[in-house]
Each structure stands twice: as C-alpha cells, then as structure tokens.
C-alpha cells in the first residue's frame, strides 16, 4: 500500500501471486474504506488466480459490480438488510460465484484463526450452528434457521427496490464525507490519511492513541468507530496509528454535531494540565 495514496502495490500482488499461492481476497472497498482503483488492473496482475472479493451489498448499488473486472467469488455481510441486531447476530453471510463454478462451491468450509494465546484454532464456516452435532451433545442453540434471514433480507430488499438501495447507499456516502470534513476542521484531528477516495468509511488520525480516544468518547455514549490495529496476535501492522470510522444513512446532523464537539472537547482536555 502506497503510504501517501494508500493504493495498493500491483507489483507486489504479481510477484506474490507467482508464488505459492492459491487466491487473492481483495476488499472492495478495502479495510481502510478506499475505493481502489487498481482492482481493475487486478486480474491482469494475478493470471488465472481465483479472485475472491469481500464487500459491502449496499454499496454495490452504486459502485461497479466486482465481476466485471474479474472476481471468481464475491461474498458479503447482509444482517444490514432488514435482520436486526440482537447480542450480535443473527448475520446472514452471502456468497455469489459464476455460473460456471456453482456446482463446484462447498457446503463446509473450515475457517483457521488463533486464539487468544496465539495457538492455532479452527472452525466450521458455511453451516448451521451445530448442525453436524448429535442434539443430544449440542451446548448451543442448534434451531436457528437461516432461511429466515435470507427470507428477511429478500423482502427488504425487494421493497426497497433497486434504485431505493442506490439512494440509501449515496446517503450513506454523503454523510460519511460530511463528518469527515467536519472533523478534519478540528484542530489536531487528521482526516483523511489517504489520499485515494472513500466511500462511507474513512481513516482517522488522532494525537492520541487510537484507543485511548474511542475510550474517552464511549464515555460520552458515542460510538466513534473502531482502531485500524488488529488486536490479535500475529497481526500485521497497519500503515499507520488510527482509526475507521463510519457514517450509516440513519446518522443525523444532531449526531454529527456531538461526535465533533466531543473531538474537540477531549483534545482541548488533553492539551490542558489534565491531560498532560
């Protein structure tokens, strides 16, 4: 990633790609929210490599639909199309591959990660909880029916309707770019850190730490996005020390305006004897 522009590195991807590798998962937009343009030289730079995407569906109303410049999978989170949130989930995960792979695609994935330690630790993905457990032996709920959720994020997104979606998603867009430029007239904040567009989630530089300052602001009972470091151990690091924060289509200018007087008031707390 180019630390000015934040595109990414093509050379990189291609002489990766020649190497012992099976894929390329390409975020679109990408974990600091940048739109890439690069994604369109994509397929040129890894050959025959399956191009997997992760992206957001809201925002595809609007944005190039990713198998026109050469992704093989594209997969999304769609809890955000009608299915409430309760103590986490219940989450609906998407997957959509060409026509030609679709009888190729797994019922069962097995996902690896680590665990709090650092040791390896797997788990089923692709599944109903528990659905390959004798019920007998479950230790969770093992009745959540996932043909809820896609019925639920069908009928949302029926009733919305193509270009109702298209109008959420510019909403959201708008009001991302204006918080953004809000908060980067706050003396000491710096927003945006890259130079490469964004769409509604953008980066956050702030004097202190990237935790330090979601802290102060939770207690305020303001939500002020999430550090861009990965907490888990074996992370790589992030271009540089901050924060992603969003701006959904239900945000309003009452929110706007506590989010940036709270910035302000927490650096000025922290230029004062208090705060250092």
């Known amino acids: 990633m180019d630390p000015v522009t934040g595109a ?34 994509l397929r040129g730079a890894v050959g ?4 997997v995407v992760e992206t957001d569906p809201l925002l595809l109303s609007v944005l190039d639909p990713p198998g ?20 986490g989930g219940p989450l609906l995960g998407l997957m959509a591959v060409r026509r030609r792979d679709m009888r190729l695609m797994p019922g069962r994935v097995v996902g690896a990660t680590t665990d709090h330690d650092g040791r390896p630790a797997y788990t089923l993905t692709l599944q109903t909880r528990e659905q390959h457990i004798r ?30 979606l298209a109008r959420l998603a510019q909403e959201e867009i708008r009001k991302a770019h204006e918080i953004q430029r809000r908060l980067a007239e706050v003396p000491g904040l710096r927003s945006p850190h890259f130079r490469a567009p964004f769409a509604s989630d953008f980066t956050l530089g702030t ?16 939500l002020g996005g999430r550090p861009l470091a990965d907490p888990r151990p074996g992370s790589a690091p992030m271009p540089f020390e901050g924060l992603l924060v969003s701006a959904g289509y239900r945000v309003d200018s009452k929110a706007m ?20």
């Open 135 to 164: 019920r007998s032996r479950a230790t969770s709920n093992i009745c959540t029916n996932q043909s809820l959720m896609a019925l639920a994020f069908t009928v949302y997104a029926t009733l919305v309707g193509p270009r109702g």
């Open 207 to 222: 004097p202190l730490p990237a935790r330090e300052f979601l802290s102060r602001l939770a207690r305020r009972k303001i």
């Open 8 to 41: 990414w590195d093509l050379g990189f991807i291609e002489r990766v790609s020649r190497q012992d590798c099976f894929g390329i998962l390409a975020p679109y937009p990408d974990h600091c929210g940048l739109l890439q343009e690069g994604v369109h030289q």
């Open 48 to 51: 025959d490599l399956p191009i």
């Open 68 to 87: 026109r410049w050469g992704a093989d999978i594209v997969v999304a989170e769609g809890q955000g199309f009608g299915i409430p949130l309760s103590y």
């Open 257 to 276: 305006d506590r989010y940036v007087r709270a910035a302000r008031e927490i650096l000025i707390e922290r230029s004062g004897p208090e705060g250092t």
